[in-house]
């Protein structure tokens, strides 16, 4: 059973995580407009990514005999001056997404919840891949420095991504993907 504390706190990040969707649904929709067509489908996987990583703690509580309380989500900024200054915001969110795992992670110390504690694991981790995904964009946007051939190679190689395995599942209906 989680602490009261505890269940506010991954409430929090459930909507954290919303916002997470949400602001890079604002981001997609932004590079769509822009002409950015492969960013934008890399925006657009990450919404389903986030949308997974907020079903997964939802799970978590209901699963520890929590109650899922929702939270008010703010309005994500709609509008950026580049691609590049896209990808640096969203690395700069991710930092900050990290902070909040960290602090989580933190409490389930305190409170000696050794299976919150291995739940957060798979956050840690993740929030690992989150970062260096978004800096290793902003990183090629800033070399291109605003070419256009620059700017082309990079929307084609992100027109490539694809879905995690474990959303991909999600996705097609395994209730188990998402614990
Ligand atoms: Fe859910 Fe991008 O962290």
Do not use: C
């Not at 907020?54 to 994500?76: S, T």
């Not at 739940?119 to 902003?138: K, M, N, R």
């Amino acid at each position: 059973m989680l602490s009261k504390k505890m269940t506010t706190a991954l409430n929090g990040q459930v909507t954290a995580e919303l916002y997470s969707a949400y602001l890079y649904l604002a981001m997609g929709a932004w590079l769509k407009k822009e002409g950015y067509g492969g960013a934008a489908h890399w925006m657009d996987l990450q919404v389903r990514e986030e949308i997974f990583h907020a079903e997964k703690m939802h799970n978590y509580i209901l699963d520890r005999g929590g109650q899922m309380k929702p939270g008010p989500i703010e309005a994500p900024p709609f509008t950026w001056k580049s691609p590049l200054a896209v990808f640096e915001k969203a690395y700069e969110h991710e930092q900050k997404v990290t902070g909040f795992i960290g602090a989580l992670m933190s409490l389930a110390k305190d409170e000696g919840d050794h299976a919150t504690e291995i739940f957060l694991q798979w956050f840690v981790t993740e929030q690992i891949e989150e970062e260096a995904a978004a800096l290793e964009i902003a990183q090629k946007y800033r070399l291109a420095q605003d070419q256009a051939a620059g700017l082309f190679a990079i929307d084609q190689q992100l027109s490539a991504r694809s879905l995690s395995v474990q959303v991909k599942n999600a996705l097609a209906g395994d209730p188990a993907a998402a614990k």
